[in-house]
């Protein structure tokens, strides 16, 4: 197995500007600040960037999870609600499971960076395993976050969690492992049950 990607960027598409420039402008930042730990490996995969029209997309995304040291999530209401979202979550949590035969984990694989809180709280599957980033205060008054010194603190938080993960599997792979058989698992349920509605009488 080779890793080519330090870490694989999953997230919920968006149409308007909030969404896609707070994606940009950490993808931006982390590239900036994960550069010198890599060799001549992709500080991130990130499918807007990597992925063509005529790839087999499951193919394509299940060899770049397996091919990524560890995962960032960027977490909205709308991540939980998409299947493909919750999907690549989950198998991330597969190769966690796989890793732990091969190396004791500084933290888990998956870091959670919060963008939009849900209005119910956030999911014990964000909540629960241990560290997530809050970015729920950006704005597009925000500015670079590569250079705003209220945001630099997370930045490196997720850099460091992402080189440790990164020099652990370097160090820990099984030559053999082979990334072409690896595969998305189904899409999970949804994260949280919804209330059937009540109507007053």
Same mark, same amino acid.
Not at 171 to 186: A, I, Q, Y
């Given at each position: 197995?080779?890793?080519?990607?330090?870490?694989?960027?999953?997230?919920?598409?968006?149409?308007?500007?909030?969404?896609?420039?707070?994606?940009?402008?950490?993808?931006?930042?982390?590239?900036?600040?994960?550069e010198p730990h890599f060799d001549?490996?992709?500080?991130?995969?990130?499918?807007?960037?990597?992925?063509?029209?005529?790839?087999?997309?499951? =193919? +394509? %995304?299940?060899?770049?999870?397996? &091919?990524?040291?560890?995962?960032?999530?960027?977490? !909205? *209401?709308?991540?939980?609600?998409?299947?493909?979202?919750?999907?690549?979550?989950?198998?991330?949590q597969l190769l966690e499971r796989?890793?732990?035969?091969?190396?004791?984990?500084?933290?888990?694989?998956?870091?959670?960076?919060?963008?939009?809180?849900?209005?119910?709280?956030?999911?014990?599957?964000?909540?629960?395993?241990?560290?997530?980033?809050?970015?729920?205060?950006?704005?597009?008054?925000?500015?670079?976050?590569?250079?705003?010194?209220?945001?630099?603190?997370?930045? =490196? +938080? %997720?850099?460091?969690?992402?080189? &440790?993960?990164?020099?652990?599997?370097?160090?820990? !792979? *099984?030559?053999?492992?082979?990334?072409?058989?690896?595969?998305?698992?189904?899409?999970?349920?949804?994260?949280?049950?919804i209330p059937p509605p009540h109507?007053?009488?």
């Amino acid at each position: 197995m080779t890793i080519r990607h330090g870490c694989f960027f999953s997230y919920a598409h968006g149409q308007h500007a909030y969404m896609s420039k707070f994606k940009d402008d950490l993808v931006d930042a982390l590239k900036c600040y994960l550069e010198p730990h890599f060799d001549n490996e992709e500080e991130l995969f990130v499918d807007s960037e990597q992925l063509g029209g005529g790839d087999d997309l499951d =193919e +394509k %995304i299940a060899r770049a999870l397996c &091919e990524s040291a560890c995962m960032v999530a960027i977490y !909205t *209401p709308k991540y939980e609600a998409h299947g493909y979202t919750r999907r690549e979550f989950a198998a991330m949590q597969l190769l966690e499971r796989e890793r732990k035969q091969w190396y004791t984990l500084p933290s888990h694989l998956i870091i959670p960076v919060i963008m939009t809180r849900h209005p119910s709280g956030l999911p014990p599957q964000i909540a629960g395993p241990g560290m997530y980033v809050d970015f729920s205060r950006y704005t597009l008054a925000s500015g670079d976050l590569k250079t705003n010194p209220d945001f630099l603190p997370d930045i =490196e +938080k %997720i850099v460091h969690r992402i080189a &440790e993960h990164y020099h652990c599997l370097k160090r820990s !792979t *099984p030559p053999e492992h082979d990334c072409g058989r690896f595969v998305l698992p189904e899409i999970p349920p949804e994260w949280r049950v919804i209330p059937p509605p009540h109507f007053p009488r």
